[in-house]
T-cell receptor, first 108, second 115 residues
Framework: RKEVEQDPGPFNVPEGATVAFNCTYS??????FFWYRQDCRKEPKLLMS???SGNEDGRFTAQLNRASQYISLLIRDSKLSDSATYLC?????????FGSGTKLNVKP | DAGITQSPRHKVTETGTPVTLRCHQT?????MYWYRQDPGHGLRLIHY???????DKGEVSDGYSVSRSKTEDFLLTLESATSSQTSVYFC??????????????FGEGSWLTVV
């Protein structure tokens, strides 16, 4: 069983749409959680950390449900520049596990 | 800029030859990692280091070895390259902390092709 599971997509949405990505993780002892963004042929870069209380950064909202071992990312008012692959990341005792990524295509 | 450089960035090598990839960091991070990324598999941990001369295996360590003789350098060696090791290799760094500081930062990647 994979440590982190994500829907690979792709999600094809028009500009201005709201889109949600989900992820589940298997290790209940995991300590910290993140969403990363990866553009084609580039390294992954931190988008935002995810906290149990939920957190927001502009158009992006992340949620963590420890009981269900579930992480989500909501993108509002999608921009063309949001097109990328979004990776769910879990830190378990300083080892980082990555989902395989969800590809987002935002269309004009 | 997380202060990580990888070399070489691109390499083509022949099956059976040894290959060493280098990761260099300038910010004194304790943890360093080597991942490979392949279509359909995402990022998979090869080896990691939690200090000078302290290393451990990840989920796909077969065929790879690592060394960390200095804080700033983490080397990944393919003893005898095979076509299945054609991949993009990412080095990453981490120092335990809080919030966004408690995360992992990547180098730009090394594209390796084994022919």
């Amino acid at each position: 069983r994979k440590e982190v599971e994500q829907d690979p997509g792709p999600f094809n949405v028009p500009e201005g749409a709201t889109v949600a990505f989900n992820c589940t993780y298997s290790n209940s002892a995991s300590q910290s959680f993140f969403w990363y963004r990866q553009d084609c042929r580039k390294e992954p870069k931190l988008l935002m950390s995810v906290y149990s209380s939920g957190n927001e950064d502009g158009r992006f909202t992340a949620q963590l449900n420890r009981a269900s071992q579930y992480i989500s990312l909501l993108i509002r008012d999608s921009k063309l520049s949001d097109s990328a692959t979004y990776l769910c990341v879990v830190n378990s005792f300083n080892k980082f596990y990555f989902g395989s990524g969800t590809k987002l295509n935002v269309k004009p | 800029d997380a202060g990580i450089t990888q070399s070489p960035r691109h390499k083509v090598t022949e099956t059976g030859t040894p290959v060493t990839l280098r990761c260099h960091q300038t910010e004194n991070h304790r943890y360093m990692y080597w991942y490979r990324q392949d279509p359909g598999h995402g990022l998979r941990l090869i080896h990691y280091s939690y200090g000078v001369k302290d290393t451990d295996k990840g989920e796909v360590s077969d065929g790879y070895s690592v060394s960390r003789s200095k804080t700033e350098d983490f080397l990944l060696t393919l003893e005898s390259a095979t076509s299945s090791q054609t991949s993009v290799y990412f080095c990453a760094i981490h120092s335990p902390g809080t919030g966004d500081g408690n995360t992992i930062y990547f180098g730009e990647g090394s594209w390796l092709t084994v022919v």
